[in-house]
């Protein structure tokens, strides 16, 4: 059993993802901003802890053993908070898990399998800011998995997806849709199979089941 | 004699800068983004490329012994810019410099002593893509050297300033004013010494001829 400490844990795909981690018999700490969001997760018999990316949320990090950053500025606030979140929020929990002497860190990203570089303007800032919070992550000595879906849905959990390597990975590997449900689903599985082995997933949906496609 | 390629010749320091190199008996060359930016350089007999940050501008590297790189996005453009410029422009400068096996690197930064962390929220942005730029050129083996003045003005050129290495910094040498044709000054006199140690300067008004200052 690992303790498992899930930055973003509110998000659409965080709220998934703990459910999952205690369903696998893990025990998920949930990281949330504030008060009001404390409640729901303790319904679930689920530790949370109260932590804010934009400020020191070292304290998070005691006896876990993998963490999990699953949080994102989201599409409605401005480039600023893509750097300060998306970028320097991941960096940091980096750093953390790295000070506080944890191995294993699992990294939900998202990036086309080019790079940010082809993208649109308008996603551009999103995707430096995860290319450097990968790239941050890929120069450490850390046990990690990167995992890149492609467009999220709020469609129901399939089971199934079809995953690519990094090396092996086409365009079509980013292109593709796949339920948010079925990305923290995969995530979780990661980290119960905790075998970290440097390794850049693309998902999209697909007809693999989960347990199989990984 | 060096032929210098400045990126963001047309900039305020930039311009001051490209004039400097020239007087100190070198070959500027000065990147500017737009056609009508070429006239002013033109009457200076200084050689200009066109170039682009947001596009390719590899072009702009051949037979180049020295990149200045003095872009930034400036204060009328969001973060997205601050990003898609003053980090990744710089980056790809860097990334340009390496592989067309250029070695001397003088980057234009501007941080705190102490970071970005502490700053106010409307400069994290700008600091943190500053500072991931310098951090970047720092994990690479070009010969460099990092100049971060304090606060820009466009008073008169004064000739004298105070520099401090990175190690004995004190926060007075970020809150202190210094006139832009000065930092032009001490860019040019470090093009022109060409001892890129992997220095990081703080730069601000002060009482020390530029010559004898660094």
Redesign the interface.
């Known amino acids: 059993m690992a303790r498992v400490l899930v930055i973003g844990a509110n998000g659409q795909i965080g709220k998934h993802l703990v459910s999952k981690i205690k369903e696998k018999g893990h025990d998920p700490v949930a990281m949330v901003r504030k008060e009001e969001q404390v409640s729901q997760f303790k319904e679930q018999d689920i530790e949370t802890v109260l932590g804010d990316l934009e400020k020191d949320f070292s304290h998070a990090f005691e006896n876990v053993d993998t963490v999990v950053f699953a949080a994102g500025s989201g599409p409605h606030t401005?480039?600023?908070k893509?750097?300060?979140i998306d970028?320097?929020g991941a960096i940091e929990t980096i750093d953390n898990t790295i000070s506080k002497g944890i191995k294993n860190f699992v990294m939900l990203s998202g990036l086309p399998v080019d790079g940010?570089k082809g993208t649109g303007?308008g996603m551009?800032?999103y995707f430096?800011?995860k290319y450097?919070a990968d790239q941050y992550l890929q120069d450490t000595d850390l046990n990690y998995t990167i995992l890149r879906p492609g467009l999220l849905t709020d469609k129901d959990e399939t089971g199934k997806v079809q995953i690519v390597e990094h090396d092996e990975a086409s365009s079509d590997a980013t292109s593709g849709e796949v339920p948010r449900a079925d990305v923290a689903e995969v995530l979780a599985h990661i980290v119960d199979q905790n075998d970290l082995k440097s390794q850049i997933y693309y998902l999209i949906g697909g007809d693999t089941d989960i347990k199989d496609a990984l």
Chains 1, 2 share one sequence.
């Open positions: 401005g480039a600023d893509t750097i300060i970028q320097e940010p303007d551009k800032p430096y800011a450097r």
